[in-house]
């Protein structure tokens, strides 16, 4: 059975390759060759010990008298580089300074936070004093190329948040648990702001609108995650990370459905943190989703399905924006964008956050009888801007 299932491996690589080779030759499409490797089957455990040693505990550490839960507790996250890079959750480790974090062999060290993205919940950690031979980096995967059906493996470390009176400066006593393993497929792929725009209770809180603003998408998985599994890798079937497990529908064990965000977005993040030692975002300073006093997920969801008028709208414009600048107010329709019908309010967010800076727009405007046409370019939108505006 062992060789009949390294020889259809085998096979599908050939095919895989053969296709890219000689596809005018008659040979499977690129297309097919990738749906024979995702037949073949998985090795579940032998895939789990390729990746194990690459998934991390993160735990923030008390800091002035601040206790560690109220930073969000114990979660999980993966070593990424050489170097000692770490990714994890904002929501596990995004207001800490500082965090333990504790190994697959149960060895600690200490990491410091690099940077943090509440608007897409990854936090960049870095280990004070790495040791390469210690640190075993998980390899990061493309999430646009993820299909609802796709395997998705999730790993972390699991346990549950309350009901503890327990020290927690020990992560492995407060949890139980120090790694799992979960595995079922990718659900959904999403691109309507619904679906990120999710409580965040972990903070005492909410995020409100601000979770996960700028994600072109989220993955919902079938793979049961839990307290503590937050920031942990969401694998395919190839031990490639291609997601960071964030959210769940409940505090509940063995939950069904459950958010990731997609890696790419977290592999911009990165490279603009540790390239440019920032992270911008295109902006135009439009209102158009939904009119800023709109403050929780429920009132966007109503305001959505009730309310909204057909067409792209001007609900209002930030100050020292773009859009102030050309001149837009408050009620004026926008009818064409470059010449064109314009986009769903989603679709023009989309469009604006994938884009580059200094990418130039023209709005045919309609105010009152009037209609003129304004010029906008996008500009980095400013960290203080916390808001779902364009």
């Known amino acids: ?38 037949e073949t089957p998985v090795n ?34 993966f070593v990424i580089d050489k170097q000692g890079h770490i990714i994890t959750n904002t929501h596990v480790a995004g207001k800490a300074s500082v ?11 200490r990491a ?6 509440p608007h897409y919940d990854i936090a960049l950690l870095k280990l004070d004093n790495p040791d390469p031979d210690h640190l075993f980096p998980v390899p990061l995967g493309d999430s646009d190329r993820v299909r609802p059906g796709d395997l998705a493996l999730a790993m972390g470390a699991p346990g549950s948040m309350e009901g503890f009176n327990i020290d927690r400066s020990n992560p492995l006593e407060a949890y139980g648990l120090r790694s799992t393993a979960t595995m079922r497929v990718v659900s959904g792929r999403y691109t309507d702001i619904n679906f990120q725009v999710i409580q965040n209770y972990y903070l005492r809180g909410s995020y409100g609108l601000t979770y996960a603003m700028y994600l072109p998408y989220v993955f919902r998985t079938q793979s049961p995650i839990n307290p503590g599994n937050s ?31 997609p890696i790419n ?13 920032r992270q911008d ?14 403050k929780n997920p429920e009132a966007y969801v109503e305001f959505k399905e009730r309310f909204r008028p057909e067409g792209l709208w001007v609900y209002s414009v930030e100050p020292d924006s773009p859009a102030e600048a050309a001149g837009l107010l408050k009620g004026d329709e926008i009818v064409a964008l470059n010449g064109k019908a314009p986009p769903t309010p989603e679709e023009l967010r989309l469009e604006v956050l994938q884009g580059e800076l200094g990418v130039e727009y023209f709005l045919d405007i309609r105010r009152s009888h009037y209609e003129f046409t304004v010029r906008l370019f996008t500009v980095p939108k400013p960290d203080y801007v916390a808001n779902f505006s364009v």
């Open 99 to 109: 965090a333990q974090i504790v190994f697959w062999d149960g060895s600690s060290a």
């Open 1 to 38: 059975m062992r060789n009949l299932l390294a020889l259809t491996v085998v096979m599908g690589c050939i095919c895989l390759a053969g296709a890219v080779a000689g596809a005018q030759e008659g040979m499977l499409s690129e297309e097919e060759g990738l749906r024979i490797l995702r």
């Open 265 to 277: 977005s977290a592999k911009s993040f990165v490279v603009e943190v540790l390239e440019h030692r």
């Open 44 to 77: 579940v455990p032998e895939l789990i010990e390729k990746v194990k040693r690459g998934v991390v505990v993160v735990q923030p550490i008390m800091v002035e008298g601040v206790a560690a839960a109220e930073f969000g507790g114990l979660g999980s996250g």
């Open 281 to 294: 975002i295109p902006w135009l300073g439009i209102h158009c989703i939904f009119p800023p006093n709109i």
């Open 112 to 117: 410091t936070l690099v940077a943090a993205a």
């Open 231 to 261: 920031g942990g890798p969401l694998f395919n079937q190839h031990g490639e990370v291609i997601g960071i497990n964030t959210w769940g529908g409940s505090h509940m064990l063995s939950q069904q459905t459950n958010f990731s965000v």
